[in-house]
């Protein structure tokens, strides 16, 4: 699969040109980044939607994602759906752009989304930061043919690229501490075994809030459903009735 490319939301809202390239069409943003499968992470600030289709507002530091999630994406639209604004999320997206010239835009059609904590946020800010000034010298040296392409579509000038790195200057100045290890990989059960607590009680708790409970701790609907089965199957966990689930 084709990795996914970053970009702040500032420099893909400005997108107004696609290319057709060899292996398919590209959204090409002013900075010079050409999308097609993009990894955004922002604050979650507002959902919309039910069923086969949801819609979201994730902010970065320089602006806002509108991402869809449909039937397309099944996993990510249950997932949505248990996620409660605000939150940061990390979300792997299709590019497009529909309409044309002045009026055309973006539209970002969500594969996975996943709760994340901010410094995840962070080192996508830096990451991101990075990948966007190596476009910047691109685009001031003409140094390759995407850098080209980009200043011919958008008639880029010298002042243009001065305000493009003020845009990575107000995102890198959100950006905390980061400490060495604080991006450790979790194991999906035992960052569910951790966020299910107690159990809930004598009772446990129902499947749905397990599952929920998953999600707000990173994990997909999809991921939160397989821990559960490996916690029963390692018999971290057993079902004292329908539909409900408790820790032993």
């Known amino acids: 699969m084709e990795p996914a490319g970053r970009v702040f939301a500032r420099d893909f809202s400005a997108a107004r040109h696609t290319v057709d390239s060899g292996d398919g069409s590209y959204v090409v943003t ?3 980044a050409w999308c097609r499968r993009l990894f955004i992470v922002g604050a979650l600030t507002e959902k919309k939607g039910s069923g086969d289709v949801m819609q979201a507002r994730i902010a970065d530091p320089t602006g806002t994602f509108r991402v869809t999630a449909d039937w ?7 997932t949505l759906g248990y996620i409660e ?19 055309a835009y973006g539209v970002l059609d969500g594969e996975t989304i996943n709760v994340v904590n901010r410094t995840v946020r962070d080192h996508w800010v830096l990451a991101t930061a990075g990948a966007m000034l190596d476009r910047l010298e691109a685009l001031r040296d ?10 011919r579509l958008y008639g880029t000038t010298d002042e243009d690229i001065r305000d493009m790195a ?11 501490y980061i400490a060495p290890g604080d991006l450790e990989p979790v194991i999906g059960r035992d960052l569910l075994l951790t966020a299910l607590g107690d159990g809930g009680g004598a009772r446990g708790i129902s499947l749905d809030d397990a599952v929920a409970a998953g999600v707000r701790s990173g994990l997909s609907a999809r991921d939160a459903k397989r821990a559960l089965e490996e916690l029963i199957a390692a018999g971290e966990c057993y ?6 689930i408790k820790l032993i």
Do not use: K
């Open 166 to 176: 003020g845009m990575v200057r107000t995102a890198l100045a959100t950006v905390r």
């Open 142 to 151: 003409g140094g390759d043919e995407r850098a080209a392409t980009a200043l």
């Open 239 to 244: 079902l004292p009735a329908s539909g409900m």
């Open 85 to 103: 604004p605000p939150a940061f999320v990390a979300v792997t997206c299709r590019a497009t752009l529909t309409g044309s010239g002045s009026r």
């Open 30 to 32: 002013p900075t010079g």
């Open 72 to 78: 397309q994406s099944p996993d990510a639209v249950e």
